[in-house]
């Protein structure tokens, strides 16, 4: 809920403070009701900050930390290693890391671009064994396993294997394509596909492969690839069509629709060719533009109209403001946690204009009611 949110925002605020003044614990218990309020990433980031923090902080603090630093800096990353009592073989956790370094579907499933389906399946087929979740417990085996299996859902379709040469390579090279591929492909989730990992793995030991051009049926103990009717697949395609279209037909219908009802506000915060008379609210100044019209065609209260002025304003302010304190906020927190001086002295001068002119508008607004 929006309410919610705002009490989120509020909380991570104060947690932010207390992480700047040092009150760490009161730090955690403020980010952890933010969660709960509102879930949000840069909560979630400032807890794993605090967490490293806290870690850093217990290094130091313990007797033996001088003496095995600078030996522990060196072999941390063979934490990952697996123990003799684990469940999982040092060969098991290699493959499922070395599926999450890949950045293309063929190297997942180590095959060369110009590989014919015959190789990939091969290839799937010897991976799967290997990665699959009953066999293989090591950490983000199931993740390499759906992995493997959006690879060869791609690759094996000639159309999805076509898109995804065209603009995968382009992913790559031109980030500026994003906006335009990134609803057709994914390098861990893959297309939409037609089947789960678990059904691939399945189609492929039990003797057929299901394609989105092909359908196979269950004969006795294999599959057996039925080719559909022209005419069927024709109506197939045609109404696939009048499916993909219907959401783009409908948001044109009904943006035509509100054009028609929608009025044109009567004021607007920042001036323009339609709004160029510039007016102030008879409460705190705030300037505002109406049409040149607007004393002849608004028969309505000027004072809950400035009132609405106001509140648009004010509300306005207080967004900007919280942003200016996060960005604020945000420097400092990163020039301590780097022990960083030049930093902790850039953030201490960034302004926050938004900050100053909301406090003064709620110091007019106390001294009124005071008054």
Known sequence: ??????????????????????????????????????????????????????????????????ESAPRKRFTAPKKEEPSSSADFTKEQLEAVQRIKKCKDYYEILGVEKDATDSDVKKAYKKLALQLHPDKNKAPGAAEAFKAIGNAVAVLTDAEKRKQYDMYGAEEERHPTHRNRTHHEYNYT??????????????????GG??????????????????????????????????????????????????SLFISDPVYSLTASSKFP?????????????????????????????????????????????YREKNYRNNVLLKAKYLEDESLQERGESISTPSCDEYDNIQEHVRYNWES
């Open 277 to 321: 008379v510039m007016r102030n609210t008879m409460n705190l100044q705030v300037p505002y533009y109406v049409k040149e019209s607007f004393h002849s065609e608004y028969q309505g209260s000027l004072r809950r109209l400035e009132a609405s002025v106001e509140e648009e304003y004010v509300t306005n302010l207080r967004h900007a403001c």
């Open 1 to 66: 809920m929006e309410v919610n949110k705002d009490e989120a925002e509020r909380c991570i605020e104060i947690a932010e403070k207390c992480i700047l003044d040092g009150s760490r614990e009161k730090a955690e218990k403020f980010l952890l009701k933010a969660e709960k309020l509102y879930s949000t990433p840069k909560a979630k980031e400032l807890l794993e900050r605090l967490q490293q923090l806290n870690n850093a902080s217990r290094r130091k603090s313990s007797p033996h930390a001088e």
């Open 189 to 206: 989730r893959g297309f939409e596909a037609d089947v789960t990992a678990e059904e691939l793995f399945n189609m492929f030991f039990g």
């Open 209 to 258: 492969f299901a394609s989105s051009n092909n359908v196979y049926v269950r004969r006795g103990n294999q599959w057996r690839r039925q080719e559909p009717h022209p005419q069927q697949q024709r109506e197939a395609n045609g109404y696939t069509i009048f499916l993909q279209m219907l959401p783009i037909m409908l948001v044109v219908i009904l943006s035509m629709m509100s």
